[in-house]
């Protein structure tokens, strides 16, 4: 069974640009390219070394045959033994010395040498190349490497003497050859070898990003619980497990506030629809005097109104969590505000025998405000104040400056918030007391405005309450700040 040209390129390509062949691949050329410019290093070192060596073992030849020409010019038999007789006791290495008189004509020879090298034509050489040590190959094809100097001959008024010495470097070039050939069978077993090796790497590496990758496929709306186990990571994917892990709590955290909203929601919706729809049924059950139609129209229009308040705060809640919403932010003197808050909920404090103040600290307090929305929210925490204080209680309005910002605070003596609840006060249809906020028509999103208005002057707002002492809740808002859309 072959595979379509199609799917074969797709898997080709799947493969490239997978991260495990990407590291294999970093690895392997990596690997490679350091073996080859070690290998390289080395050979031209030991080229360098052995062609040093060669040099000074000619150098020094030339040395001695020069020396002897000096100290001991009558010396024929020293001169000969060195010339004719040390190259033949040497096995490996061996080298030749030619000394030649001014016309030109070998005086002195190694033996051998006329059969191992083309005289003229090493002449012709080192007569280019004065005092250098060149390659030359022989008549053998052996490798060999020359130098020619001119001493004197050691006895006054005769000519100077031309010294050329010749060794034999086969042994060398053949030690380079197989170095050579070893460092390329080296470096095809590295090719095969390392990208096995790199591969192995790339798993290892790459195995805490599959489980990471394992964890989030078992992610779903439904099963939210799955956690990243960080142990033994290293620390730059432990940190990435442990974001993992916060974002997770964070999104398991938010689908069960969504889930209770959405269950809130349905049941809140439900209430004023379902008591339109009977005493709308009621009315049609028989004919009705003209009262009790004008009562049943004036409870389904009671009924209407609490579910046209609850959408208009859902639908204000939804505006104020977008990021492009504008403020209409104009100086407010906070102080004549919650005065203005305070006067209209008088009426309804004396009806529930409950004393409403506002204290301020006598100047006018002015801060950059959208007046309607802080109208709305103060008037939020003193409604929600005065349906919580019993007869004969105190709710009190207070507003002062702290630093850049402006504090307003509503408190109140009535039944407080036990502490398990504190921490949801803030989240939208959560009710302290449900049965009582259902009777009493409350939707349990006051408190929720209030946080959302805070935050769109990027504010914030934090309560405090005991149980039967009372509640403080305190609203914290910059006092100056551009007029810019909250981003």
Partial sequence: MFLKPSKLTSGVAHVWHTLAFRLTASYAAAGLLLVLLATLSLYLVLVSELNKSTELFLKDKVNVVRTLLRERPDDTDGLHEEVELESASRRYEQFYICLLDPSGKPRMLTPGMAEQLDLPKLTRLLAAHKGAALPLTGTNGKSFRVIEAVVPSGKLNDPPVTIQVAVDVSQKQDLLRRFRLWSWITSAGMLVLFPLIGYQIARQGIRPVQEIATTARHITSSHLGERIKAEGYPAELASLALT?????DGLEDSFERISRFSADIAHDL?????????????ALARARTMDEYRDALESSL??????????GNLLFLARAEN?????RLEAVDVAELLDGVREYYDAS???????????????PLIAELDRTLIQRAVGNLVSNAVAHTPEGGTVALRVHAEAANVRIEVSDTGTGIPAEALPRVFDRFFRVDPSRSRTSG???LGLSIVQGIAQLHRGNVEIRSQP?????VTLSMPARRALEPIS
């Fill in 302 to 311: 009671e009924e209407a109104v609490r579910l046209s308040d609850l959408i």
């Fill in 323 to 327: 990021p492009l919403t504008h403020l």
């Fill in 270 to 282: 439900r209430t004023p629809v379902n008591n339109i729809r009977g005493e709308a049924e009621v």
């Fill in 244 to 248: 993992f892990n916060t974002m997770l």
């Fill in 468 to 472: 039967g002492v009372g509640t403080q």
């Fill in 349 to 363: 404090a004396a009806d529930a025998g409950v004393t409403l103040t506002s204290a301020t600290e006598g100047e």
């Fill in 442 to 444: 409350g939707t349990g």
